[in-house]
């Protein structure tokens, strides 16, 4: 295929500007993308790739994309640290945003040629003090630009920062006047407004609220869940994908029986299947949480997203039980996810160094099904569940397993990374399995036997 590659500038002037603390999500998100490899860095970039047919005028993108910026702020924004381990926001009034355009003179290699630039974008970790956190590409056929790519720091914006950023994209390319979009997304706080309410004294009695819940679970939990691994050297860890097609109706259906949301469902496999195969009947799991409740971060475009740290004393028996039990749980989980994760780090290894005996947190669970379209109802169509090995990643001191739930276009798919010497293959293959048989079978179950 034979592609030629240029670089257009959006010229950004007459922006907001101004400096003040950073975040708690963008602190939060840079202190774990700061101690991660630099081959893994990249992996926290947030991306979103689309091809656009029948196409779009490149200068209408181009104008767009313009407007956004002046949107949303966090797109201009640097993070320079202090000295002392905290970071401070600046946001730039000017500059200049690059545009990677590839002409493709094949239409039948637009497809290619798109994933082929995504990848290129997505796979470079971003340098938040010298850089704005946001990367754009685009494969142009015939005059009109036929895939787009964004590529964004996760300092910059969670999941659904980026859902809400693509969908503006789209209505300012459809001519949506930005004065029209911005009325519409009120009330939307800004990084540094968010800033501000952090450090008011109403946002510092959120924070210590919410610390104090979380210290309370932490020293509540069992001290250790899955047996010590042995002193082996550390093996890359293996991630498995069991995508399922007949899951989405499943925990729709486990829902309405029991009046829980579906993540409860989904949380409830997860923390019964990770009693069973660590030998406890308690399960203590992180929990990332989109921090959304406030209505001023609702249709924020950053990152709010945080750790809730979930306790279930009693993760065994009867299935129903067990997602009615996480619902009420899950509930206070939420309330308190909301803070600043580096003062909370500061107090859990003053209770460390004391001696204090501390919950294991080396289980994380996220929920992403919001930040991808409904499932169609005939999606399981008959098709078989499948469990694929897609690739190998570098050790994460601290962790056991890392599961998230994907929704993709007609199927929902368990993602898990995990810790070999912890829980080797077999093992996983049996987590993930096992969170589909205990939803199908409950989905399954008649009426009578969920109450």
């Avoid at 460390?352 to 669970?365: E, H, I, K, Y």
């Amino acid at each position: 295929m034979v592609t030629t590659r240029q670089l257009s500038e959006i010229a950004f002037s007459s922006g907001r500007s101004g400096s003040g603390p950073a975040t708690w999500g963008q602190q939060a998100i840079w202190d774990a993308v700061r101690h991660l490899a630099p081959c893994d860095a990249p992996r926290y970039n947030i991306t979103a790739a689309a091809p656009l047919d029948p196409g779009l005028p490149l200068p209408v993108l181009l104008t767009a994309l313009d407007r956004l910026l002046h949107l949303h702020d966090a797109l201009h924004t640097r993070l320079v640290p202090d000295g002392d381990g905290r970071l401070r926001q600046l946001v730039d009034p000017d500059g200049r945003l690059a545009v990677h355009t590839e002409h493709c003179p094949a239409p039948d290699q637009l497809a290619a040629a798109g994933t082929r630039l995504h990848d290129e974008l997505a796979a470079r970790p971003f340098d938040c003090s010298g850089e704005w956190p946001i990367r754009v590409g685009v494969v142009e056929h015939d005059g009109l630009v036929r895939h787009v790519s964004l590529v964004l720091a996760h300092t910059a914006v969670d999941g659904n920062g980026m859902t809400r950023l693509v969908a503006d994209l789209t209505a300012l390319c459809l001519g949506t006047a930005p004065a029209e979009l911005a009325a519409l997304r009120e009330p939307a706080r800004q990084p540094l407004e968010e800033a501000e309410f952090q450090t008011s004294e109403r946002g510092r009695r959120r924070d210590a609220g919410a610390r104090k819940q979380f210290l309370r679970k932490l020293c509540l939990g069992p001290a250790r869940l899955f047996p010590q691994p042995n002193d082996a050297p550390a093996a890359r860890f293996p991630n498995a994908v069991l995508r399922s097609p007949a899951l989405p109706a499943a925990v729709e259906l486990v829902a309405a029986a029991h009046r829980v949301s579906t993540s409860s469902v989904l949380l409830a496999a997860t923390a019964a299947m990770t009693a069973k195969l660590s030998g406890s009947t308690e399960a203590v799991l992180h929990v990332v949480v989109n921090n959304r409740f406030l209505p001023e971060l609702a249709n924020a475009v950053s990152t709010v997203a945080g750790e809730g740290l979930f306790h279930l004393p009693d993760a065994t028996g009867e299935f129903g039980g067990i997602v009615r039990r996480t619902h009420a749980a899950a509930i206070g989980t939420y309330r308190h996810a909301y803070y600043d994760k580096l003062r909370l780090d500061e107090e859990i290894a003053a209770l460390a160094a004391g001696g204090v005996p501390l919950a294991d947190r080396s289980c994380v669970f996220n929920d992403t099904r919001e930040l991808a379209p409904p499932v169609p109802a005939e999606a399981a169509g008959g098709e078989r569940t499948t469990l694929t090995w897609p690739v190998e990643f570098e050790p994460r001191p601290g962790l056991t397993y890392a599961l998230d739930a994907v929704r993709t276009a007609d199927a929902l798919s368990l993602v898990m990374t995990a810790d070999p010497a912890v829980l080797p293959r077999s093992a996983m293959e049996e987590f993930l399995y096992g969170i589909e048989e205990l939803v199908l079978d409950e989905a399954a179950a008649p009426a009578t036997a969920r109450t």
